[in-house]
């Protein structure tokens, strides 16, 4: 219907070409970015609602008592429904530690926050199908359990520094009526579009450039070209390109169509969204810098294995 409506405004109301590739990418950037705006706003409305029913003091809680491993599940699970990037995450993950959570646990959340979140599952709903979105998901989630378990072994508490940035304190929120959290979800849902939109329109933006301007000829000479360190290649250029899930999905997608293996896509779409220069800025207010290499550099690798992993599970499959 967003498509049909669009193409009668461009080619039967405004008389447009639709040959040209200029209207060519004119009319995917419009109807993508509709469509992107309409399905994260419904989304995370829901999602948001549901919150509600949610104490973050227990989770807290349940963080600080559960058993090995249980502990990580439930931060990488509390992590995916958190509707957070890199950055917006660290505010919980410093009031995580503060309130005495195991830092192996906290590092679950930290890590599948901005791997796994309600906007970035359904622009992938949109663009991959529910294999692709599901696997993705739970590639995110057991990637930060394990580096979360990791990280817990290594004993890194000694590189925390010892005056950490006063964060928010968790707190809970109490609602009257039903009325109150279904506004929580529509003022959430307006809060993270507004924070988004930008990048929304920057992505949608590349990625009509790339799918109509760009021949997959190109792509795949350039992917060819990386042989075996395609993956690796591809999450050393995500690190730098930060971004919002919403800008980095829709390029993801275009250059998967244009040729480039599943698991390198996801590769640079993961590093972006879970490495950034502007995480490791915020992180150096509480960790000494050798832990933050720690960090990033086994994020790093268990990123570049999950590529490889799906570019295998696209040829056997």
């Known amino acids: 219907m967003i498509q049909a409506s669009i193409d009668w405004i461009m080619y039967g109301l405004a008389g447009l070409d639709p040959a040209s590739h200029a209207m060519k990418s004119l009319n995917f950037f419009l109807s993508d970015t509709v469509k992107i705006l309409l399905m994260l706003f419904v989304f995370i409305a829901i999602v948001g609602f549901l919150r509600t029913y949610i104490s973050p003091i227990k989770v807290r809680n349940w963080l600080s008592k559960k058993r090995f491993g249980a502990s990580n ?18 505010p919980i993950f410093l009031s995580f530690i503060k309130s005495g959570v195991p830092l192996g646990v906290t590092f679950s959340f930290l890590i599948t926050s901005p791997l796994v979140n ?3 599952v359904v622009l992938m709903l949109g663009f991959f199908g529910w294999k692709i979105t599901a696997l993705y998901v739970l590639s995110g989630m057991v990637l930060g ?3 979360g378990l990791i990280m817990g072994k ?11 940035v006063k964060s928010a304190e968790l707190k809970e929120q109490n609602y009257l009526n039903l009325k109150e959290r279904i ?3 529509i003022d959430e849902a307006l809060s993270i579009l507004k924070k988004l939109w930008i990048w929304i329109l920057v992505g949608v933006g590349v990625g009509a450039i790339i799918h109509n301007y760009i021949p997959s000829e190109v792509i795949q000479s350039v992917i060819s070209k990386g042989g075996i360190f395609t993956v690796p290649i591809a999450v050393l250029l995500g690190v730098p390109m930060y971004g919002s899930c919403a800008a980095i999905v829709p390029i993801a997608v275009v250059l998967f169509n244009k040729g480039v293996p599943l698991g390198t896509a996801l590769a640079f779409m993961m590093a972006t969204a879970a490495l950034s220069f502007p995480e490791a800025i915020i992180l150096r207010r509480a960790m000494k810098l050798k832990l933050i290499l720690i960090f990033f550099g086994i994020v790093t690798l268990g990123i570049i294995f999950t590529g490889y992993l799906f570019n295998l599970l696209q040829v056997l499959l």
Do not use: H, N, Q, R
């Not at 699970?77 to 509707?83: E, L, M, N, S």
């Not at 290594?154 to 950490?164: A, P, R, T, V």
């Open 118 to 120: 309600e906007y970035l």
């Open 73 to 90: 599940i439930v931060a990488s699970t509390f992590g995916a429904i958190t509707p957070f990037c890199s950055c917006s995450s660290i």
């Open 183 to 185: 506004l929580f979800g």
């Open 145 to 147: 359990v394990i580096i």
């Open 154 to 164: 290594l004993g890194l508490e000694k590189y925390l520094e010892k005056d950490i």
